[in-house]
């Protein structure tokens, strides 16, 4: 409405509220033939600024306007069934809250500022992912991705109780359903969520294997692979039992083996023999240039071939365990 | 007894953890009486060269059995950190150093080899290598000397 308008109404107002006063003072007066003489050119004034003001109307188009608003409603009645009215009857509580928050003079602010950014948008760059990245050091872009962020924490949160609410209901369904007996179970078209897979049975506990020997195990007693002349020997060829070891047995083992026994190598029997009996492992090479004190060197030069094993065997000791 | 089995172990990473395994596979095979040489390539020649050796990294990044997460794994210091720490869990369980395993191998009779584009790329010359190396060689040599060998890369 223009201002003109509003003066013109205002005036109209005054007008009326002053012929009240008069129609007043007139009801009280005896005789009431003087009324009408009283009335008639108050009338007149009245019933020609109203004409006036209609005509006014009609030429700045607000008549049309509201013609046309009642066209509007006629559309709606033709779309919207009585139902669908009611229930934004409901809603129109919450209808003219979410209206008013968003009509906040400060939101409709960052929505304009915001649309603003929208309409220049051709001149944005392209943005990659580092981009991205720089532009978060931005503190008003920080600020804008925490609102987005409580934005979608809320819409999250309003859809989980929507879907809790339709898991509800459906479950009082199923029950009713259930109740009922099969006749009444409609058949379900497939928009239902596919029901979760049944929990597997749980898997057989495997037991655990041994673990793996590390460096320096204690050494065990073999199994009896063969006997010979008396003695037991393992699969590997090493003695069963280090106490049936003999020097003589050391000799023939040793011819065996392919090694010609000499002093130097008797020192390192010994000094394998003496370890064993006293930590109960079967030395392995590196043990062996401690307890012996030959270096690693001398040991394949003494015995080129497996010089752990091969000592173990001539020294009627287990096999030695350990990577090292 | 089988005659003269071989194992070529090509060491391609200079981790600590990375070239134990190669070490140790190798002196494995000297102890069973198998003939063994490695290889030192690319990443793997730092096992070799003099100033690398006493100094190899752990790095725990990228790796799920670390037990650290990948973004701590990644700060700075960290691999020379792990690295201390697991050289000196070995002294304590009184495992051999890197040096000592290459000391050993050569002892025990295994051979060890520089690759020469590897030393070419990292401008290195075979003065800078342990004394332990046998030769540098190429790819080609590799192959003829891994002639009935079985290939272990690591």
Known sequence: MTATTKTELAMIAERLDALTAQVARLAERPRQDDLYDELAPVLRVVMGSAIGRLDALERDGTLAFVRELGGVGQKVLANFSAADVRQLGDAVVTI??????????????????????????????????????????????????????????????????????????????????????????????GTERAAPPKALPAA??????????????????????????????????????AAAWTRGLAAALADAERVALTDAHWAVLEAARADFAATGSSPNIRRLTQVAGVSTKDLYVLFPRAPGRTIAKIAGLPKPAGCL | MTANRKV????????????????????????????????????????????????LHVNLAGNPASGMPTMLAGLP????????MMRKQMTELSLPTVREMLQVLEEAGAELYGCELAMQMFKRKKEELVPQVKDVITAGDFYDLADGAQIIFT
């Not at chain 1, 037991?207 to 003695?231: E, H, L, M, W």
């Not at chain 2, 953890?17 to 494995?28: F, G, Q, R, S, T």
Request: with cysteine; hydrophobic share 45%; charged share 25%.
């Open chain 2, 77 to 84: 210091g960290m691999e020379s950190l792990a690295g201390r």
């Open chain 1, 96 to 189: 003219l809250e979410t209206v008013r928050t968003l009509t906040q003079p400060d939101v409709m602010r960052v929505a304009a500022d915001a649309g603003d950014a929208i309409q220049h948008a051709d001149t944005a760059k392209p943005m990659g992912l580092f981009g991205m990245m720089r532009a978060t050091k931005d503190d008003d872009v920080q600020r804008g991705m925490a609102v987005m962020m409580e934005v979608l924490r809320r819409i999250g949160h309003g859809v989980n109780a929507m879907a809790a609410k339709q898991q509800h209901a459906d479950d009082k369904k199923a029950k009713l359903a259930e109740i009922l007996g099969p006749k009444r179970q409609r058949k379900v078209l």
């Open chain 1, 204 to 241: 057989p506990v495997v037991k655990a294997a041994p673990p793996a020997p590390a460096c320096a195990v204690p050494s065990k007693p073999g199994q009896v692979a063969a006997v010979i002349d008396g003695v037991a020997f393992t699969a590997d060829g090493n003695l069963v039992d």
């Open chain 2, 8 to 55: 070529a172990i090509i060491c391609s990473k200079a981790g600590l953890d990375e070239c134990y395994p190669a070490l140790i596979l190798a002196n494995a095979a000297r102890q069973s009486g198998i003939d063994a040489f490695v290889f030192f390539t690319f990443w793997g020649l730092d096992v070799i060269t003099e100033e690398k050796v006493d100094h």
